[in-house]
């Protein structure tokens, strides 16, 4: 599986923004997906996470009631929808794939659970 991020950019703080990850190869409705981000300096932190059964997600406490995560099988597409932009935001968001397994459970918050990654896409929140 190959992940292709996009939709960063630069936002003013309170505004909203829409990350895509592609993923090319095959049997994407099969794999777990995750959004992760890492600022300067910083460990990479989960954010988001969707199983392939997509009966419930999981998104930070940091950013819960700002943030969604959605996905779209048919088109082997990962969205996470940011609202209320803040500037602690600001981070190099990354997708992250692994094949589905129920068993994994909490273990979908940690990025070593994930087989593959993005490339990742820079959000900057200006205050």
């Known amino acids: 599986v190959q992940l292709q991020a996009s939709g960063g950019g630069l936002v003013q703080a309170g505004g909203s923004l829409r990350l895509s990850c592609v993923a090319s190869?095959?049997?994407?409705?099969?794999?777990?997906m995750g959004w992760f981000r890492q600022s300067p300096g910083a460990e990479r932190e989960f954010v988001g996470t969707?199983?392939?059964?997509?009966?419930?997600?999981d998104i930070a406490d940091a950013v819960k009631g700002r943030f969604t995560i959605s996905r779209d099988n048919a088109k082997s597409t990962v969205y996470l929808q940011m609202n209320s932009l803040k500037p602690e935001d600001t981070a190099v968001y990354y997708c992250?794939?692994?094949?589905?397994?129920?068993?994994?459970?909490?273990?979908?918050?940690?990025?070593?659970?994930?087989?593959?990654w993005g490339q990742g896409t820079l959000v900057t929140v200006s205050s």
């Open positions: 992250a794939a692994v094949p589905g397994d129920w068993r994994l459970g909490s273990s979908r918050f940690l990025p070593k659970t994930y087989d593959y």
């Open positions: 969707i199983p392939w059964s997509t009966v419930r997600t």
């Open positions: 190869g095959r049997a994407f409705s099969s794999y777990d």
